[in-house]
């Protein structure tokens, strides 16, 4: 499979997204007292590190569960709701690439500090999975609404998220295929590698699932979805 060019267009999308999305009401600084909370960090101990210019912990946009991963469940949950009605508007016809996502979050991690770790391997090791991440839970909705616009509960935040992905795609003039997704045998799924970092670790429940939602979303009519060239999953050990 050939090389995909980045797309400076989307990189600079990408680049505003993330950066808006952490300044917008002091997120980043919030979203960094709730991960601390999680983990038993206090509020004050969470904010001291802060303003030393330190981090309390590694960062992330994405609430996950550590047995249930990815589900639809957690798809649901309040704060990845929040992520997905910013990020879907932008990026549901024409989503951004692994290697795109990556170079825009180290990017952002240069100017505002994301991670533990200040080692440049670890780093780069946390925006692949971060951006990954982002990429996984937006295929989650879109392949759902590529099975069925219709939810269980109408006041719901999956009822929510398919409503607003009808709405962009009947703008852009996209034709939502009515056939079932056919998922990859998982004789055909690419082999995890061994985990080297905190966050590829909480991807191990959920990698397979997703990557083969990934793989069908790029199948349906209209969207531009391109999957990174084959061989990236055995170089970087992570989709």
């Known amino acids: 499979m050939p090389t995909v060019k980045p797309s400076e267009r989307r990189m600079a999308l990408l680049e505003d997204f993330y950066k808006s999305y952490l300044t917008e009401g002091g ?6 007292v709730q991960l601390g909370a999680k983990e038993g960090i206090s509020e ?19 609430d996950l569960h550590p047995k249930k991963g990815l589900s639809e469940e957690m798809v ?11 990020w879907l508007p932008v990026f549901a016809v024409d989503p951004p690439t692994e290697k795109e996502c990556k170079e825009v979050l180290a990017k952002v991690a240069q100017d505002q500090r994301m991670t533990l770790s200040k080692d440049k391997e670890d780093i780069g090791d946390w925006c692949r999975t971060e951006g990954n991440l982002h990429r996984a839970l937006a295929s989650k909705v879109l392949s759902a609404y590529s099975r069925t616009e219709k939810t269980r509960s109408q006041g719901s935040n ?3 998220l398919k409503k607003l992905v009808s709405l962009i795609f009947k703008d852009a003039g996209v034709v939502k295929r009515t056939k079932s997704i056919r998922r990859p045998l998982e004789e055909d799924m690419p082999k995890p590698a061994t985990a080297k970092s905190t966050y590829q670790k909480r991807m191990e429940a959920c990698r397979e699932k997703n990557l083969a939602e990934m793989v069908a979303l790029s199948k349906i ?4 979805y391109t999957l990174p060239p084959e061989d990236v999953y055995e170089k970087a050990g992570s989709w």
């Open 27 to 32: 997120y980043r600084e919030k979203r960094f």
């Open 44 to 62: 004050q101990r969470a904010l001291r590190s802060l303003n030393d210019g330190k981090v309390p912990l590694d960062f992330s946009f994405i």
């Open 76 to 86: 649901q949950c309040d704060n990845n709701t929040k992520f997905l009605l910013a």
């Open 158 to 160: 999956m009822h929510k």
């Open 221 to 224: 009519p209209g969207i531009n």
